[in-house]
C-alpha cells in the first residue's frame, strides 16, 4: 500500500474507529484494579493515539507532498540502471566492466503552481548520478511533472529537456532550478508546455573539462556522460521517453555551448537545443592547448556546419541579434533554426520552455 494512496487514510481512518469503539464499549472491563488491567489501559491508549498521529501525518503527507513513497520516508529511496557499452573500444568496455550507474536522490521538495498554491505542480528532487561509461559524478536536480504521479504515471513516455548552467543553485538567477521547476509547473497548469521531465546539471560538470562538451583524451569524458550515462539513468528510474526525438537541451551563457555541441553532434540522442546566439566555440580551459587540430576544428561548430553533413535538429535561439547571423547564414534542411525571445516578468524562461516542448516530437 503507498504512502499517498486514499487506501492508507481509510484504513488508518477505520482503525482509529475500532479502537475508539472498543475502548468505549469494553473500558469497564479494562478499568477493573490490577497491574495487568491497567497494562491493558496504557497499551489501548497508546495504540489509539498513535493511529490517529499516523491519520493525521498521512493527511498532511498527502496534502503537502512531502515523501511519495515509503522508502523516501525511511531515507532507502535509491534508483540505480546499468548501462552497457556497445562498439566501444576495448578500453572502454574494461572501464565500465561490473559497475552500475547510480542515480540517488538526496532531497525532495514539493512542487506548487504559483498563484495556485493548493495545485500540486510535481517534484523537485536533488540527485547525485554517477556514470559508468563516463566515470563521471555529478549532482543536479531533476523536475518531476505531476502527471508522472498518477496511477497511469509509471507508463508514460514523457519528453525530457537537459538544462546546462551553472546557475541552477543560484536562488536569484532564473536558471535556478526552483525557478525551472515553477515555471514549468505553470505552464503546464496553463496548457502551454505538454508534462516534461527536466534534468539541471552544472556546465562545469567535471573537473579539468571547463564548460565544454567534448571527450578530451586522456580527459574527462563529457560527452559520454551527456549522450550515454544520462539517458540511460534518467530512462532507469522514471517515464522518460527512449525517442531521441522527445530529447532536448537548454543552456545559458554558461552552458549554451555545451547544448548546441551535444545536438550538433549527437543527433541520435537530442533533436532540440535552445541557447543564446554566438556561443560557436568553447570557453577556454587550461587543457585547450593541447589539443590536435581535428579536436580544435570539432569544437568550432561553425566549422563542423561548413564540413559536416547538416543533422536533423532543431536549434532554438533565445534572442535576436547579430551573433546569431553565422549560424543561421550556415543552417540547411534538415537542420532547422528559429529564434525566441524570454519573456518578460518573473517567468523569463517561460515562451522558450513552450517552444522546446512545442517542438518535442516534429525531429525534421
Not at 543560484?170 to 502551454?192: C, D, H, M, V, Y
Not at 547571423?325 to 513552450?354: E, Q, Y
Amino acid at each position: 500500500m503507498g504512502l499517498t494512496s486514499p487506501a492508507l487514510i481509510v484504513l488508518l481512518a477505520v482503525l482509529a474507529g475500532v479502537l475508539l469503539a472498543g475502548a468505549i464499549v469494553f473500558w469497564p472491563v479494562l478499568a477493573v484494579p490490577g497491574p495487568g488491567r491497567v497494562a491493558a489501559r496504557i497499551t489501548v491508549v497508546c495504540a489509539l493515539d498513535l493511529v490517529v498521529l499516523g491519520l493525521i501525518l498521512a493527511i498532511a503527507n498527502r496534502s503537502g507532498d512531502f515523501y511519495a513513497s515509503w522508502s523516501e520516508l525511511f531515507g532507502t529511496e535509491h534508483v540505480s540502471g546499468r548501462v552497457v557499452a556497445l562498439g566501444r573500444s576495448p578500453v572502454v568496455a574494461h572501464s565500465v566492466h561490473g559497475r552500475d550507474g547510480e542515480l540517488g536522490v538526496t532531497a525532495r521538495f514539493p512542487v506548487t503552481v504559483p498563484g495556485q498554491r493548493q495545485t500540486r505542480g510535481g517534484k523537485l528532487l536533488a540527485v547525485t548520478m554517477t556514470g559508468p561509461v563516463s566515470g563521471i559524478g555529478t549532482s543536479g536536480f531533476l523536475y518531476v511533472p505531476q502527471a508522472a504521479a498518477s496511477p497511469r504515471g509509471k507508463h508514460l513516455d514523457l519528453p525530457v529537456i537537459v538544462v546546462i548552467s551553472d546557475r541552477i543553485r543560484t536562488s536569484a538567477a532564473a536558471f535556478s532550478a526552483k525557478r525551472i521547476a515553477s515555471t514549468a509547473a505553470l505552464e503546464i497548469a496553463a496548457g502551454q508546455m505538454r508534462p516534461a521531465i527536466i534534468v539541471m546539471l552544472p556546465a562545469s560538470i567535471a573537473p579539468g573539462a571547463g564548460r565544454g562538451c567534448l571527450d578530451v583524451p586522456g580527459g574527462p569524458q563529457v560527452g559520454l556522460f551527456f549522450t550515454e550515462d544520462l539517458p540511460q539513468l534518467i530512462r532507469s528510474g522514471f517515464p522518460a521517453s527512449a525517442s531521441a526525438a522527445q530529447w532536448a537541451l537548454f543552456g545559458d551563457g554558461t552552458g549554451g555551448y555545451c547544448a548546441l555541441q551535444l545536438a550538433l553532434a549527437n543527433s541520435a540522442v537530442y533533436s532540440v537545443a535552445a541557447a543564446p546566439p554566438g556561443y560557436y566555440t568553447p570557453p577556454a580551459w587550461p587543457g585547450r592547448a593541447r589539443l590536435t587540430r581535428p579536436l580544435r576544428q570539432q569544437e568550432n561548430l561553425l566549422f563542423l556546419l561548413r564540413h559536416q553533413p547538416m543533422q536533423p535538429v532543431s536549434v532554438l535561439l533565445t534572442s535576436n541579434s547579430a551573433a546569431a547571423t553565422p549560424l543561421l547564414a550556415l543552417a540547411r534542411s534538415p537542420m532547422r533554426v528559429s529564434i525566441t525571445a524570454l519573456g518578460n516578468g518573473g517567468w523569463p524562461l517561460a515562451p522558450v520552455l513552450d517552444r522546446i516542448s512545442r517542438l518535442l516530437g516534429t525531429q525534421p
